[in-house]
């Protein structure tokens, strides 16, 4: 297993702004995963990001808008930049503990005024 | 390309009643198939996953899933419904192209259980 710790939890932030969200795991892993979950919907993935290389986006997401780091093996942040309120969702951070089995942080709930 | 699709976005029940939770995937390999579930302002815990050995995988809290290739289905179901298990359910996929880590959510099924 995993416990992952996300910061913030939450937070209301105005256009034009931008956010980093933390991520931090409780153990070393090859691989972290960022989703969003815009309100009332499912997951999407954003981006895999190893330690050492910058991260692959999915379709739909670009690394100006959605800078992410992985400086250890241990952490991760994500920046939403430049922030409208089609940004307002929660961010969630996963990281893959055995053949798929993905272990979630609590997300940050962001809010674009 | 992989999908999954989840029939109903709400489902009700009683307490005590059988739950079930449908789940159709698209496929074009043998898939990995997962079921999550969030509660209220939670992050998605892991509640069991099939990897293509027995086809009926059971999980934690009691639910238990089959897979069943013919029908491309993987249903969620519980024998009785506790108040506790009111949340929102999320189907996933994985046929590995991606690595089977990358997983397809489908937009996933509320579940109330009432008294």
């Known amino acids: 297993s995993a416990v992952i710790s996300q910061k913030p939890s939450r937070d209301i932030c105005q256009r034009g702004t931008s956010l980093t969200i933390q991520c931090q795991v409780d153990s070393q892993v090859t691989m972290m995963f960022w989703y969003r979950q815009q309100p009332g919907q499912s997951l999407t993935l954003i981006a895999t990001?190893?330690?050492?290389?910058?991260?692959?986006?999915e379709s739909g997401f670009v690394i100006d808008k959605f800078p992410i780091s992985r400086p250890n093996l241990t952490f991760s942040t994500l920046t939403v930049s430049n922030m409208s309120p089609e940004d307002s969702s929660i961010y969630l951070c996963?990281?893959?503990?055995?053949?798929?089995?993905?272990?979630f942080g609590e997300g940050s709930r962001l809010t674009v005024l | 390309a992989q999908s999954v699709t989840q029939l109903g976005s709400h489902v009700s029940v009683s307490e005590g009643a059988l739950v079930l939770l449908r789940c159709n995937y698209s496929s074009s390999v043998p898939p990995y198939l997962f079921w999550y579930v969030q509660y209220p302002n939670q992050g998605l815990q892991l509640l069991l996953k099939y990897t293509s050995a027995a086809t009926l995988v059971k999980g934690i809290n009691g639910f238990e899933a089959e897979f069943k290739k013919s029908e491309t289905s993987f249903h969620l179901t519980k024998p009785s419904a506790h108040m506790s298990d009111a949340a929102e359910y999320f189907c996933?996929?994985?046929?590995?192209?991606?690595?089977?880590?990358?997983?397809?959510f489908g937009a996933g099924t509320r579940l109330a259980v009432h008294p």
């Open positions: 996963s990281v893959d503990v055995r053949q798929g089995e993905l272990f």
């Open positions: 990001a190893n330690q050492g290389s910058e991260a692959t986006y």
């Open positions: 996933a996929v994985s046929d590995g192209s991606g690595g089977y880590n990358k997983l397809i």
